[in-house]
């Protein structure tokens, strides 16, 4: 097999993709052609302009040996940097592998990469152009207008400046107490509900609903993941996690923020999970509780995750989901066009976010994510700092994604004039002072876990591993003010 890569303008591509004899794969305006050397010889560009050759291939390969990677960051290419890369276009890429070796990476699992047979005629994304005319809704103009770059930048700082947010980590739980006083202060309804990150520990996701006066209103629910990690350094290294993924959860306190100070039509909820870069732990979990009628009512999901950074011009967003999402994509792509200057990428092809456990339950979900993620090395390493993050950009990202809530969940004309809090940062491994009843209801759901291993140790049913993690168990709770010594 030979391969071809062709870049198509928009004119010519339908034509050139019907009549080409030729696996193919398009790659927004790239299109990425595999077949025997005859019949790739035989593929007509067109004439003119229209179509143009990138790069083609010198060698023959086996069929077997064409795969499709879907990476966070360069984590495939920095664990296996002798693969030979055909081709490389963003979050994805293609390369040359022997299907016995692709099968053996695959078997071992991972959360940060996939890797699987190219397959034919597939689009992993589209691209949707700036600038398009779309009809702009006064009230979602309104919020759009209010993001604010400086609450965005100074909820980003204060999270940057932990040490880790590792999900098991006593940081990681201050930044999720920290963000919850900020929520309530927003006048949310707000809960921190414990969860299990697999053998490793405890962790936590935060939770903040703004409930509708309608009778039977909807959901419309506004995640990211609040965790960080250091691949390259181990558990114990610094993980700031500035693009991944302090950019998202200081976008969903802004848009929190917002979203304070008006009425809908349909509840409102903001997520910050626990557990992602292990494995979409937290979601999967939130996602597990829910009951068929709480699923029933959610009208989508707008997830964020690394919006912080311009990898390559112009600035562009990669909308993700799957065919279940596309009414949500589309609504978030004419919202980037009425309120942004953002270029649209469009996937059908959900992969290793907290979108994902709510589109596997038929739920529409989609994430927000900087085009050309895979482009962006500093990921789960102690070089994602805050001077990697583009304040302004992200704010572009926040305006389509408010702009969509405010339609979505139906925005009322009435302001709600909420007082807004403001949180002191605090310093590593303590805990800052919230509302009394946030620590009480935390202290609570540590106090269970650990009734819960001293019931399992009783039983002899505890794992080596266990004690390790009653142990973190009980530190968080020493971490709480005005908590004694746990047993």
């Not at 499709?68 to 040359?96: C, N």
């Not at 990921?379 to 304040?391: C, E, I, K, S, Y």
């Not at 805990?431 to 935390?442: Q, V």
Request: one cysteine or more; charged letters at 25%; proline letters at 6%.
């Amino acid at each position: 097999m030979r391969w071809k890569i062709l870049k198509v303008a928009s004119r010519a591509l339908g034509k050139l993709l019907d009549e080409a004899d030729a696996r193919w794969v398009r790659f927004g305006d790239e299109v990425f052609f595999y077949a025997p050397g005859a019949k790739l010889k035989a593929l007509r560009p067109g004439d003119g302009e229209d179509v143009t050759t990138v790069r083609q291939g010198d060698d023959d390969l086996p069929l077997g040996n064409f795969h499709l990677v879907a990476q966070m960051g360069r984590s495939f290419q920095r664990e296996h940097p002798d693969v030979r890369v055909l081709f490389d276009k963003g979050r994805y890429i293609v390369v040359d592998l022997e299907r016995d070796k692709a099968e053996a990476i695959r078997a071992e699992g991972h959360s940060c990469f996939v890797i699987e047979p190219l397959g034919d005629r597939r689009v992993m994304f589209d691209i949707r152009p700036a600038g398009a005319p779309v009809r702009k809704q006064p009230r979602a103009s309104a919020m759009a207008n209010a993001v604010s770059s400086p609450a965005f930048s100074g909820d980003l700082e204060h999270l940057v400046s932990l040490q880790t947010r590792l999900s098991t980590s006593t940081d990681f739980l201050g930044a999720a107490n920290w963000a919850l006083t900020r929520l309530s202060g927003f006048g949310y309804a707000i809960g921190m509900r414990p969860i299990a990150v697999g053998n490793l520990g405890p962790s936590v996701n935060v939770v903040a609903t703004k409930a509708s006066t309608a009778a039977s209103p909807g959901e419309v629910i506004v995640t990211a993941h609040l965790d960080s990690i250091n691949h390259e350094d181990g558990p114990a290294g610094p993980a700031p996690g500035a693009d991944d993924n302090a950019s998202g959860s200081a976008g969903v306190l802004e848009l929190a923020r917002l979203v304070a100070m008006r009425e809908f039509e349909h509840d409102v909820t903001f997520v910050l999970f626990g557990g992602e870069e292990q494995g979409l732990f937290g979601s999967r979990q939130y996602v597990a509780s829910l009951a068929a009628d709480e699923r029933a009512r959610i009208r989508g999901v707008i997830n964020m995750d690394m919006v912080g950074r311009i990898n390559a011009p112009p600035a562009t967003v990669m909308l993700e989901g799957a065919p279940v999402s596309q009414d949500l994509i589309d609504r978030l792509a004419d919202a980037a066009a009425a309120h942004t200057s953002l270029a649209v990428q469009i996937s059908l092809n959900p992969f290793a976010s907290d979108h994902v456990p709510f589109i596997e339950a038929g739920i529409p979900a989609v994430l927000t994510i900087e085009g050309g993620d895979s482009a962006n090395d500093a990921v789960h390493t102690a070089r994602d700092t805050l001077d990697r993050v583009d304040p302004a950009f992200a704010v572009e990202i926040l305006k389509m994604n408010i702009a969509t809530i405010a339609e979505l969940a139906g925005v009322r004309e009435t302001v709600v004039l909420t007082p807004l809090s403001c949180c002191s940062p605090f310093t590593s491994g303590t805990l800052p002072s919230p509302a009394g009843d946030i620590n009480r209801t935390l202290a609570a759901h540590l106090n269970q876990l650990i009734a819960q291993y001293r019931r399992l140790e009783g039983e002899r049913r505890l794992q080596a591993e266990d004690y390790q993690s009653w142990q973190d168990v009980r530190q968080m709770l020493e971490s709480l003010p005005g908590q004694g010594r746990p047993g």
